[in-house]
C-alpha cells in the first residue's frame, strides 16, 4: 500500500481508518555469534512459507512483552524474562485487510533451547544475509535496521 504514502492525510487515512489495526509482538533473538532467530510460516497460515520475527498478536489485557513471553514459550519452548526483552524499533504497515503495528524487541538472553514448537522451520540467520530469506512486506525496513545494529 505504498501509494498511500504519496497522498494527502486524509485521503490516505480514510482508507487506512476502514481497516483495524492489529498489535502484534516480535523479537530479534541474537545468539553468541550475532545471528538472528528467523521462522518460516507454516502452511495453513496466512503468509504461509515466508520468514518472520517469533511473536504473534497482543491478546487483550496483555502488554507487548507479556504477549512476547506468552508466544516464545509457545512457538519456541523457551522462557524469557521482561527484564532481557530490549525495546528495538517497531514495523507500522498496511496490509490489504489491516493495519499491523509490530514492535520488535531485541533479546540476548533466554532460558532452553529454542525449537519448533509449532511445526515452523527455525534458520540462525547473519543480519546481513536476512535478505536472501523472503519476508513479510512489513519486515523490510526492519531488516536494514537490525544490519546496522548488529
Ligand atoms: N510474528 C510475526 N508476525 C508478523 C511479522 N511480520 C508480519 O507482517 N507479521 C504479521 C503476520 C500476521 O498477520 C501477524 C501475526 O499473526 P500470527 O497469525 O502469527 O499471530 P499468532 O502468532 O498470535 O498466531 P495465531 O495464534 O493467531 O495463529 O503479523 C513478523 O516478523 N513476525
Ligand atoms: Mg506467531
Given at each position: 500500500m505504498d501509494i498511500l504514502k504519496s497522498m494527502p492525510i486524509t485521503e490516505a487515512n480514510q482508507m487506512a481508518a476502514t481497516k483495524p489495526t492489529i498489535l502484534v509482538a516480535a523479537v530479534a533473538l541474537v545468539d553468541d555469534e550475532n545471528r538472528v532467530l528467523i521462522a518460516q510460516r507454516p502452511q495453513g497460515?496466512?503468509?504461509?512459507g515466508l520468514w518472520e520475527f517469533p511473536g504473534g498478536k497482543v491478546e487483550p489485557g496483555e502488554t507487548p512483552e507479556i504477549a512476547l513471553i506468552r508466544e516464545l514459550r509457545e512457538e519456541l519452548a523457551i522462557d524469557v524474562t521482561e527484564a532481557c526483552l530490549a525495546p528495538f524499533t517497531f514495523a507500522s504497515h498496511l496490509y490489504e485487510k489491516f493495519h499491523l503495528l509490530m514492535p520488535l524487541y531485541v533479546c540476548r538472553r533466554w532460558h532452553g533451547i529454542p525449537c519448533p514448537a509449532e511445526g515452523q522451520t527455525l534458520k540462525w540467520v547473519r543480519a546481513n544475509r536476512l535478505t536472501e530469506y523472503e519476508m513479510p512486506p512489513a519486515d523490510i525496513p526492519l531488516i536494514a535496521m537490525l544490519r546496522d545494529l548488529l
Open positions: 497460515k496466512s503468509m504461509a
